[in-house]
């Protein structure tokens, strides 16, 4: 219940388990594959709605590769483009493609056939996913493209006719944007980019107790959720990689509802307004391996879900 509840520029990837001849940047590597000569693969072809995410099935040799593009402040489009580009310069016709929480956002995530961390990493607040199959049928490829603070990740699934093509990553690198906004007001960081850390939150090894506080950026949503009150959010929880990833993914999700018990309690905001849910260590924002990284990664983020 807990699993099933949660990117490359001007040329791409390839693969020898792979139909088309694609290259990857200079600056990718594949980090993991699975390749199974016969088997089947339910492609997603719409977003998770009332329970259902709808698929699409084939049979076939079946891969799945994670790559991973070594470049700060990438963005998702920039990395799902040009992949969508020659996929249709290919013969593929795109089913369906979204953005996080057009997607379904936790929900299809969960419901999705994903790689494990550290390879494959979705950003729940920022991923982009479409879903392409070949004009006679005989192929169905779906790209799941996200990013962290360091790097870009970019899933490829799949099915159809066996291949040998030999993948290459000569292309031209990928680098992200240079230049970063500074944005200082959190609801104006929050609505321009639909998501935010909650920065200020203390959350120590193990525990979904929250630090008394006060915390600026609670004020500072609270009074964005009173000012507008159709808007709704979700609060995602991070931990660190200390643990199961079952028993993380609980924790996290009962740290998000610490917060929901706190802007209800001591804020006055709307419940109606607020969503609890939790990723574990899916999605760090910093390294594992050192106290800091692991203190950054013990946190909750605010995702704008509606506004209507």
């Known amino acids: 219940m807990i699993r099933a509840g949660l990117a490359i520029v001007c040329a791409i990837l390839g693969t020898s388990a792979l139909g088309q001849n694609l290259s990857f940047p200079s600056n990718a590597a594949v980090t993991r594959e699975i390749t199974r000569a016969v088997d089947s693969y339910a492609m997603p072809i719409g977003p998770w709605a009332n329970g259902v995410l709808p698929n699409e099935t084939a049979e076939g040799q079946f891969s799945q590769q994670a ?9 998702t489009l920039q990395m799902i483009r040009p992949l969508r580009d020659q996929l249709r310069n290919d013969g593929f016709d795109i089913v369906y493609e979204c953005r996080a929480q057009d997607c379904g956002g936790f929900d299809f995530r969960f419901q999705t056939d994903v790689l494990p961390p550290p390879e494959m990493q979705v950003n729940l607040g920022d991923f982009r996913y479409l879903a392409a199959r070949k004009t006679d049928g005989a192929e169905l490829i779906s790209i799941l493209a996200s990013r962290s603070a360091r790097a870009g990740f970019v899933q490829v699934t799949r099915v159809g006719p066996a291949t040998e093509t030999v993948a290459s990553a000569d292309a031209e690198p990928l680098h992200g944007e240079t230049a970063i906004l500074q944005i200082s007001n959190f609801g104006e960081a929050l609505t321009q980019t639909g998501r935010a850390v909650l920065y200020g939150l203390q959350f120590e090894t193990g525990s979904s ?11 500072a949503l609270a009074d964005l959720l009173a000012a507008q ?4 959010v979700a609060l995602v929880g991070h931990t660190d990689s200390s643990g199961s990833l079952d028993g993380n993914i609980a924790l996290s999700k009962r740290r998000a509802r610490s917060v929901l018990e706190r802007l209800a309690s001591d804020y006055g905001v709307n419940r109606s307004q607020l969503d609890a849910q939790g990723m574990g260590y899916l999605a760090p924002i910093a390294s594992n391996l050192t106290q800091d990284g692991r203190t950054a990664n013990r946190r909750v983020e605010v995702i704008i879900t509606t506004s209507n």
């Open 67 to 75: 790559w991973t593009i070594a470049a700060t402040g990438l963005t």
């Open 209 to 219: 107790k929250l630090g008394a506080g006060p915390v600026d950026n609670l004020h």
């Open 229 to 232: 009150p159709n808007l709704q």
